[in-house]
């Protein structure tokens, strides 16, 4: 089953110690790409939670935030080296200007950085326990991404699939409007080489030479015979478990090709001419949406 490359989930944990909360974002990319946001405490297994991502996405951007909170009523620190040193300034700016009146202790504790929250250096077994508790809480959240994202690809799917059947319905009328052609491709080559005999004289090898080319350019059997190819592996690819986005996007290349290659061989052909240029350009048209949507997929 297909995967889209984007998604959002979250996954929250709680212990005694600390609560724990991981939000994933998924985008398209031609490659993995990862950015992880970590807390200080989890900084040093950033090595290890990018692992455990790459056991789940093969491809994509993927923004990975973890945030970490302690459980209980949280202690205080006060930046005493700064409030002495306000003090100090006060009482000397009384003294200079014969001011008086106490200091705002309210406001001085409002002054950013000089109230803060207290942690203390995690021991190694709780430095432990809080990184086994990152990698179950992603592991939950990397789930919950590939759940949405697998929904996504369904969706999808279906989309390729149904785009697929028109590229083929319009290859199987061009194949028919291909035999029918054949006088006309015929005749064009007869013009082509009468006007290459007129009044020239050409080696026997540089005639066979120049009417084996003529030839290949009023065929388009081969060209229909690859794209068909093509299209059937692509259908193929859709039925695998395979993560298929960059061979999907590959045989796109080609059937687009294969479709230029036919488009240059069916200029004055007459009414089947015109109605193979039609098609040709409405499986160009198809094969340009299919490539849209293939650069959402994993």
């Known amino acids: 089953m297909l995967r889209s490359m984007t998604g959002f989930a979250q996954a929250s944990a709680q212990e005694d110690t600390w609560g724990l909360t991981v939000t994933v974002r998924a985008f398209n990319h031609r490659f993995l790409d990862l950015r992880f946001r970590l807390p200080g405490d989890l900084e040093a297994a950033e090595s290890q939670l990018r692992a455990l991502v790459r056991g789940h996405v093969r491809r994509g951007h993927l923004d990975v935030r973890m945030e970490m909170e302690r459980n209980g009523r949280p202690a205080l620190e006060v930046d005493r080296d700064f409030v002495r040193s306000y003090l100090q300034v006060h009482i000397e700016l009384q003294r200079e200007h014969n001011l008086s009146g106490e200091p705002d202790l309210t406001a001085l504790l409002r002054v950013p950085g000089v109230l803060r929250r207290s942690e203390a250096a995690l021991s190694g077994e709780d430095a432990v326990r809080l990184v086994g508790l990152a990698e179950t ?162």
């Open 137 to 298: 809480t992603l592991s939950e959240a990397l789930k919950r991404l590939n759940e949405m994202r697998s929904r996504e690809g369904a969706a999808l799917e279906n989309e390729l699939r149904g785009r697929l059947g028109k590229v083929e319905a319009a290859r199987g009328k061009l194949a028919e409007l291909g035999e029918r052609a054949l006088p006309a491709f015929q005749q064009r080559l007869q013009k082509r080489l009468q006007e290459l005999l007129a009044g020239v004289s050409l080696e026997p090898a540089r005639l066979a030479q120049e009417a084996a080319y003529l030839a290949e350019r009023s065929d388009i059997s081969e060209e229909l015979m690859r794209l068909a190819s093509h299209a059937n592996q692509f259908g193929q690819l859709l039925d695998s478990k395979a993560e298929a986005g960059k061979q999907l996007d590959f045989l796109l290349q080609e059937m687009n090709r294969e479709t230029n290659t036919t488009l240059s061989k069916v200029p004055n052909l007459g009414a089947e001419g015109l109605e193979m240029t039609r098609l040709g350009l409405e499986i160009k048209a198809e094969i340009e949406r299919l490539r849209e949507q293939v650069q959402n997929v994993e």
